[in-house]
């Protein structure tokens, strides 16, 4: 079994500052792209930004110059870092990992997501 598990989400005012992180654990054999996404109310869930295994990026217009996405690949961990947050950034914030386990089978899997609110 595979699961990723976010954590860093909060209440935050204005442009301020946020950090992100999400692991994947189980029974993994290897980790291909990783990213985040969002959802807020209302609102289809949209790409926020991914990294590959590489670690080449790729960002939404949204969120280019405010948002980096980082990994660590001996933690099998995936980062979010958030400034200049601004009121549109509230949304639940997913990640999201292609992820081949040990019998060699791959599939993409989703966090149960973290809730951030930028207000003040």
């Known amino acids: 079994q595979v699961q990723l598990v976010e954590s860093g989400g909060g209440l935050v005012q204005p442009g301020g500052s946020l950090r992100l992180s999400c692991a994947a654990s189980?029974?993994?054999?290897?980790?291909?792209?990783m990213g985040w996404y969002r959802q807020a109310p209302g609102k289809q869930r949209e790409l926020v930004a991914t990294?590959?295994?590489?670690?080449?990026?790729n960002y939404a217009d949204a969120v280019k110059g405010r948002f980096t996405i980082s990994r660590d690949n001996a933690k099998n961990t995936v980062y979010l870092q958030m400034n200049s947050l601004k009121p549109e950034d509230t949304a639940v914030y997913y990640c999201?990992?292609?992820?081949?386990?040990?019998?060699?089978?791959?599939?993409?899997?989703w966090g149960k997501g973290t809730l951030v609110t930028v207000s003040s």
């Open positions: 999201n990992a292609d992820i081949t386990n040990r019998w060699k089978y791959a599939r993409a899997y």
């Open positions: 189980g029974s993994i054999f290897s980790i291909n792209t």
């Open positions: 990294i590959t295994s590489g670690g080449s990026t």
